[in-house]
């Protein structure tokens, strides 16, 4: 952990906003394929998170939000009991200032400024900027890209034609042992920069590969960007699951990312649809602000 901050900036953007389940939410005791196409209700309106870091060595996103194509273009999903499912699944509004450009842009960055962007897993509300970014490095984990190779990739979220892009700079890592004693009870991860700042960390559950980004700096609290692990912190830190994804893995997981808590006090838990997310960033910088 390097003593001068080499990350200038955390921010967070929204493309867009995204219904759900309640259920999804969770926790709930009901399998999945049954509040799936029994669920009658859905939650307020959520953002679809991607968060920007800037770091000395390069402009960072985590996740890349969803493409407003599948709010115009009636192909974008599939069709037949696909296409119920996602239907059933959520709901998208997708305006035009909202694409991850624009937002990029309100925060003064380009698209062409991206230099990393990790995808937390391959589910479409993920992947959405892929196709403005063949200039920059696409960081996903080498299980996640193989769970393309799977049974019915659609009917488990994975939209292959909208991922599989031509141009895009794929580098697909295997998180490998790292010794940090700040990082117990995780033992293995990646380093994005060498420098401890920036470190991926399994956090399987959600889907098999998903990985989680923790954020270190030395004059604020820790972050960990969990993507879809949780739908609200306030769950996860209770310890309590969303209603999709593997409950076994899911439980191991949350109970580690709990457990880090031990080590990095204060830390601060950011979801890709959790309505709180902004707000805590924002909070947490401003703590920052008021220590200087
Ligand atoms: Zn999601």
Same mark, same amino acid.
């Given at each position: 952990? %390097?003593?001068?901050? *080499?990350?200038?900036?955390?921010?967070?953007?929204?493309?867009?906003?995204?219904?759900?389940?309640?259920?999804?939410?969770?926790?709930?005791?009901?399998?999945?394929?049954?509040?799936?196409?029994?669920?009658?209700?859905?939650?307020?309106?959520? *953002?679809?998170?991607?968060?920007?870091?800037?770091?000395?060595?390069?402009?960072?996103?985590?996740?890349?939000?969803?493409?407003?194509?599948?709010?115009?273009?009636?192909?974008?999903?599939?069709?037949?009991?696909?296409?119920?499912?996602?239907?059933?699944?959520?709901?998208?509004?997708?305006?035009?200032?909202?694409?991850?450009?624009?937002?990029?842009?309100?925060?003064?960055?380009?698209?062409?400024?991206?230099?990393?962007?990790?995808?937390?897993?391959?589910?479409?509300?993920?992947?959405?900027?892929?196709?403005?970014?063949?200039?920059?490095?696409?960081?996903?984990?080498?299980?996640?890209?193989?769970?393309?190779?799977?049974?019915? %990739?659609?009917?488990?979220?994975? /939209?292959?034609?909208?991922? =599989?892009?031509?141009?895009?700079?794929?580098?697909?890592?295997?998180?490998?042992?790292?010794? =940090?004693?700040?990082?117990?009870?995780?033992?293995?991860?990646? =380093? +994005?920069?060498?420098?401890?700042? +920036?470190?991926?960390? %399994?956090?399987?559950?959600?889907?098999?590969?998903?990985?989680?980004?923790?954020?270190?700096?030395?004059?604020?609290?820790?972050?960990?960007?969990?993507?879809? /692990?949780?739908? $609200?912190?306030?769950?996860?830190?209770?310890?309590?699951?969303?209603?999709?994804?593997?409950?076994?893995?899911?439980?191991?997981?949350?109970?580690?990312?709990?457990?880090?808590? $031990?080590?990095?006090?204060?830390?601060?838990? /950011?979801?890709?649809?959790?309505?709180?997310?902004?707000?805590?960033?924002?909070?947490?910088?401003?703590?920052?602000?008021?220590?200087?």
């Amino acid at each position: 952990m %390097p003593t001068t901050d *080499p990350i200038a900036r955390v921010s967070v953007i929204s493309t867009g906003s995204v219904v759900i389940r309640p259920e999804h939410v969770g926790p709930t005791r009901k399998n999945t394929y049954v509040w799936l196409f029994t669920s009658t209700r859905w939650t307020a309106p959520r *953002p679809i998170n991607v968060y920007v870091i800037e770091h000395r060595d390069g402009l960072v996103l985590f996740d890349t939000g969803q493409d407003r194509a599948s709010v115009t273009d009636p192909r974008y999903f599939p069709g037949g009991l696909n296409g119920l499912i996602y239907s059933r699944l959520a709901k998208f509004e997708i305006g035009p200032t909202e694409t991850l450009e624009a937002g990029l842009s309100g925060l003064g960055y380009r698209v062409d400024d991206v230099d990393k962007a990790v995808i937390s897993h391959l589910h479409q509300d993920h992947i959405g900027g892929l196709p403005v970014l063949s200039g920059a490095e696409i960081l996903i984990s080498e299980q996640e890209w193989n769970s393309l190779d799977g049974p019915l %990739p659609e009917a488990r979220g994975l /939209l292959t034609s909208h991922i =599989d892009l031509p141009g895009l700079r794929w580098n697909r890592i295997t998180p490998g042992p790292l010794a =940090d004693p700040e990082l117990t009870p995780f033992t293995d991860g990646h =380093d +994005l920069f060498g420098d401890g700042s +920036l470190v991926l960390l %399994p956090t399987p559950g959600h889907t098999p590969g998903s990985l989680s980004l923790l954020v270190r700096r030395p004059a604020t609290a820790p972050l960990l960007l969990v993507g879809d /692990l949780t739908y $609200d912190a306030r769950l996860l830190a209770a310890g309590k699951l969303p209603g999709a994804g593997d409950k076994r893995q899911m439980r191991a997981t949350v109970s580690r990312v709990n457990a880090l808590r $031990d080590t990095l006090p204060g830390l601060v838990v /950011l979801a890709a649809h959790d309505p709180r997310a902004a707000g805590l960033l924002a909070e947490t910088l401003a703590e920052r602000a008021e220590h200087r």
